[in-house]
């Protein structure tokens, strides 16, 4: 009897791994066999034969960052010439677009502007919700909620109960990248360390605030610390409240390297390998037993590598993204639309399902199953 016998016997039965018996399976599995694991899991937590997806748009509040990760060649500093903050005619011109499509979501990414505080992303929200009241804000993250914290001297929960009051209705799991603070002081060193991350989740978690986590894997992490990370994401998940939303899904993708800071700093082989991603994909739904879906980033990995991910643990495509700014600067080249996005769910041999941000199912007419 193999060592990983055991472990995969202790999977089936939904208990959770150690990080020697995660890292264990992660290793020396082959590829095919966490693909069926991650699979058979998938079936336990989500039965049936559909395939999530949404239409949102990620709307950049501004392009000043103070963190200046090593990975993002979005951000600029506040003298900047081409430096910006999103003006209200912009928004409205954009998310007339969107509901247009049939979308009503926006993913307000920020970054850590110094002259913008918690009375002007409250305004903002409060603003856009009056002028459309049917929006959903899926809005900042937890570097954002850290940096408002201390810029007013505030805790987490206040803020994140101000934000709410102007409409935040969902925290993204933005500026994970690896929660591990070894990795994290050598690419993204401006940000809130990982404890802080996750103390925001926690916060956010406390006060029903529907969250996802994330990971961008692939630079200078090594695969232990990809294994912590899931860890710290599964073991906060276990802290939530009964009867809470806690961490809805879970979104890992790859580095994406073109031109950035990070790889002159740490040369070395940064190509898309898939195999590498499929492997990835399928550990978190191995590990992360207790978080209900795992999406497939199809913006970065392509459609055909997300076709193969609904094999292997993944139950969700995300949206369509009509607009992203911040990985598409670094590489990431793949477009598609809701036909595009259903087919490929079709071709993959599942049903398209039309979902929020809460992954309830919307009834819109204009995509049926």
Sequence with gaps: MKKTDAIITK?????????????????????SELMWLANEIRKVKVPGNEVGWIIDRNINITNVCSARCRFCNFHRLPNQIDAFITSPEEY????????KIGGDQVLLQGGLHPDLG?????????????????LKLHALG??????LARKEKKSYREIL?????????????????ILCDEVRKKISGGKC??????DVMRTAHKLNLPSSATMMYGH????????EHLLKIRDLQAEKPEGTFGFVTFVPWPFQADDTRLIELFPGDYSL????YLRLLAISRIVLINVDHIQASWLTVGLHAAQLCLHGGADDLGSIMIEENVVSQAGATFRTDAEGITEAIRQAGFVPRFRNQKYETVVNENFVP
Excluded: C
């Design 220 to 227: 200078i992490e090594s695969k232990e610390q990809r294994i």
């Design 193 to 198: 360390g990982s404890a802080e991350w996750l």
């Design 118 to 134: 918690l009375a002007d992303y409250a305004e903002l929200f409060r603003s856009l919700k009056k002028s459309f009241p049917k």
């Design 142 to 147: 937890p570097p954002e909620i850290h940096y």
């Design 273 to 276: 390998k898939i195999v590498e």
């Design 11 to 31: 999977v089936l039965n939904q208990k959770f791994l150690s990080k020697a018996e995660a890292t264990l399976i992660y290793q020396e599995l082959s590829t």
């Design 92 to 99: 409205n011109q954009k998310i007339e677009e969107l509901f």
């Design 161 to 177: 109960l101000s934000l709410m009051d102007a409409g935040l209705d969902s925290l993204p799991g933005a500026g994970a990248e």
